[in-house]
């Protein structure tokens, strides 16, 4: 994403940042930074500090969460309409503090301890990102498990395992295996069963060690009862493993939470979706900003692929790379290895996940040595001049140039659209890198129209709801988008 387009569209605020330092990028997500500006307070405090809302505000700040009409901000009565929950009264809701929102959504209040928020000024970038990344995955201090992972009615929290043992749950699901849904997964786990796809199993036991008595793996389009409620997985068409999760519970009333997800109109044929009404929606709205509008990933392929013919035509010992997370992206090096029928290199430990999946394209295209074959597999992380600079020096017998593909979502920009020629790569001396926006979510319009196949009574965002503001412009999207 280019920086002119930032500062002129800063409609939502992102889990994501463009400008983030790529160390700070694991499995799909960017660890967020302590100096988030989208608003102060509660709301841009939200995500430092887990989900634990009584260590945000300070006590001479109590009625933040009350809009002022002067900034015509989001009123907290409006909020609990859109939730659906009952509204406080006015004289309570005047003087409420921060922590009586516990009380109101049904959460167990959590005892108060310092924000890791607090002392964020004094951090250089170096140290917040290495802060982040310890605090984010450090299960010594597990905090109360937000509403948005609960699933009302039932016993159930979805990709909510960093809390802990979380009070009256007795299945934990998981949608798919990346670090900012399974965080709190290890083979200390002990607080009850994980329901998810059977890949998805094979990597919990293969990189994380957990307790294969605590795993139950369930195959997608098979109906399963779990404590007396329907639940089904469907294909999520993300990374490898990704379901969306539908339940349906005793008296009928039906929850779709998606993970995260790419909507496509294969979706849209499945029985679950198209027979029967989706009450709650559970929506990924990684990108829910109208800026979005992807190219097919069919069309982003092939760009990959006839950039790659074209760069070995003219410069035939170049060394192909592909940027990937520990899963996702096999997509974009699997299309390059079938056009031009090279095996694919990747090192011991991505090799035995590609392996897990079972994959026969994958699996037997795999090699154990970087110089027999021109194309290799790097972490995102790696995807930087310096870092493929040195990867070169490693193959310079063989190769005397390196073309690199960076495919995420976040590389898009509106001004190129679905023109993908007009993409100016990054080149420095022997070192190319394409950025192409090659997204395993949905974009804006691919939600549009997956909420107006559905059309659900609610819809609860999962992702960039830490503020009013960015809450209310969804919302605002999702009422419009069921008008139609």
């Known amino acids: ?42 709301a841009s405090d939200f995500y430092k500090a887990g989900s634990d809302w009584s260590c945000l505000v300070e006590e001479e700040d ?18 609990f309409q859109i939730w659906g929950l009952q509204e406080s009264s006015p004289d309570t809701t005047k003087k409420m503090k921060q922590t009586d929102l516990f009380q109101i959504w049904g959460l167990q209040k959590p005892s108060p301890f310092t924000s890791p928020a607090s002392t964020s000024a004094k951090k250089t970038n170096t140290s917040l990102g290495k802060r982040r990344r310890d605090s984010l995955f450090s299960n010594d201090s597990p905090r109360p498990c937000p509403f948005y992972k609960k699933l009302p009615g039932t016993p159930f929290t979805v990709d909510a395992f960093r809390y802990g043992c979380v009070q009256g749950c007795s299945a934990y699901f998981l949608t798919h295996f990346h670090a900012d849904h399974y965080i709190g997964l290890s083979k ?25 008595s605590f795993i139950h793996p369930l195959e997608l389009d098979v109906e399963y009862s779990i404590n007396g409620i329907k639940v089904t997985l469907i294909e999520a068409n993300h990374c490898p493993g990704a379901a969306l999760i539908h339940f349906r519970l005793i008296d009928g009333t039906c929850y779709l939470h998606t993970g995260d997800f790419r909507a496509s109109k294969q979706m849209q044929t499945h029985p679950l979706l198209y027979n ?25 392929l092939s760009y990959v692929v006839r950039i790659t013919k074209d760069f070995l035509r003219k410069q035939p010992k170049t060394l192909i790379v592909v940027g990937s997370y520990s899963i996702g992206k096999e997509c974009v090096y699997l299309a390059i290895s079938k056009a ?27 090699c154990t ?6 194309l290799h597999v790097l972490p995102m992380s790696s995807l930087k001049v310096e870092r493929l600079d040195e990867h070169l020096k490693n193959y310079r017998e063989q190769y005397g140039a390196v073309l690199a593909f960076r495919p995420t979502g976040w590389t898009y ?72």
């Open 369 to 374: 040595d970087g110089k027999t074959t021109c």
């Open 276 to 300: 029967q009404r989706v009450h709650v929606l559970y929506l990924d709205t990684t990108y829910c900003n109208p800026r979005y509008k992807f190219p097919s990933k069919e069309d982003v």
């Open 413 to 484: 920009s509106e001004k190129i659209g679905e023109h993908l020629d007009l993409i100016k790569p990054t080149s420095r001396g022997k070192i190319t890198i394409y950025g192409v926006p090659y997204s395993e979510h949905s974009s804006f319009t691919e939600l549009r129209e997956f909420v107006q196949f559905l059309r659900p009574d609610k819809i609860i965002p999962t992702v960039n709801n830490a503020n009013a503001e960015n809450r209310e412009k969804m919302q605002s999207c999702f009422k419009e988008w069921l008008r139609r």
């Open 340 to 366: 031009l029928g090279v095996k694919i290199y990747a090192n011991a430990s991505r090799r035995r996940i590609l392996q897990s999946f079972g994959w026969d394209d994958i699996s037997k295209n795999l």
């Open 188 to 212: 200390a786990w002990s607080h009850g069963p994980i329901y998810c796809s059977s890949l998805t199993s094979r990597l919990l036991r293969l990189s994380l060690s957990v307790n294969p």
């Open 62 to 79: 109590e009625e933040v969460v009350v809009s002022s009409e002067k900034k015509k901000k989001m009123k907290q009565s409006n909020l």
């Open 1 to 42: 994403m280019e920086a002119s387009d930032e500062e002129d569209d800063d409609w939502f605020g992102s889990r994501f940042n463009d400008g983030v330092n790529e160390e700070e990028e694991e499995e799909g997500f960017v660890f967020y930074d302590d100096d988030v500006k989208d608003e102060e307070g509660f």
